[in-house]
Each structure stands twice: as structure tokens, then as C-alpha cells.
């Protein structure tokens, strides 16, 4: 099982960014995909996960400037971001859950984590 994140970039506050997460190892439909993120100093934040049963959005604080995608057959989930501020400097993750689950949830334990990618914003 694997996952590798791509995509982080130093960007001037108001722009955009597309985040990839390249999963392997396992069928990524069948399992949990989430997305977090950690900021120098700060604990970890849950952003958004995408699961068989739908997507599931942490926290409304981004407001609507978060979005979770899926290419199927590049076995990928993007974290697309708009309307990018300081305050989204950030290392930013992906993780899977409910590997081998029926029914994998966004809300139980992750179990596979990738190696992170960066993101910073200026102003």
C-alpha cells in the first residue's frame, strides 16, 4: 500500500493549486481517501475524504474553497484549492482507511499515510 503526494508549490495569495495523491498497492475506490494538512506549530487538520458512499467535508471553515476529485484511472485523488491564503501554508497529506472494509468510512482510523507535499503561500 502506498500513497504519494504531489503538487504543493510556493504561490501567491489568491491563486490555485491542484494536490495529487497517487494511491497503489490497492483498489482506491474500494477504501477512504482523505486529506489533511499540518502547519508549522499546529496540529494536524482534517480537510476533506472521499469514500464509496460519497465525500465527507470535515470542517465548512474553507468554505467552498476546498474541493475533493477522483481520476479513476490514474488511481489519483486531487485536492483541488482556489483562492489560496497565507494561512493554507501548510504540509499537506493523503491517507487511506477502511482497506479490505465492505464499507470503508471516513470516519474510522487511517491506516496509510504518504510522505506529504508542501504548500506555501505569500502574500
Known amino acids: 500500500v502506498q500513497l504519494v503526494e504531489s503538487g504543493g508549490d510556493l504561490v501567491q495569495a489568491g491563486g490555485s493549486l491542484r494536490l495529487s495523491c497517487i494511491c497503489s498497492g490497492f483498489i482506491f475506490e474500494e477504501a477512504a481517501i482523505g486529506w489533511f494538512r499540518q502547519a508549522p506549530g499546529k496540529e494536524r487538520e482534517s480537510l476533506l475524504c472521499?469514500?464509496?458512499?460519497?465525500?465527507?467535508n470535515y470542517g465548512d471553515s474553507r468554505k467552498g474553497r476546498f474541493t475533493i476529485s477522483t481520476d479513476i484511472n490514474r488511481n489519483t485523488v486531487y485536492l483541488n484549492v482556489t483562492s489560496l491564503e497565507p494561512e493554507d501554508t501548510a504540509d499537506y497529506y493523503c491517507a487511506a482507511a477502511g482497506l479490505g472494509d465492505e464499507f470503508p468510512s471516513c470516519y474510522e482510523g487511517f491506516e496509510a499515510w504518504g510522505p506529504g507535499t508542501q504548500v506555501a503561500v505569500f502574500s
Open positions: 472521499i469514500s464509496p458512499s460519497g465525500t465527507t
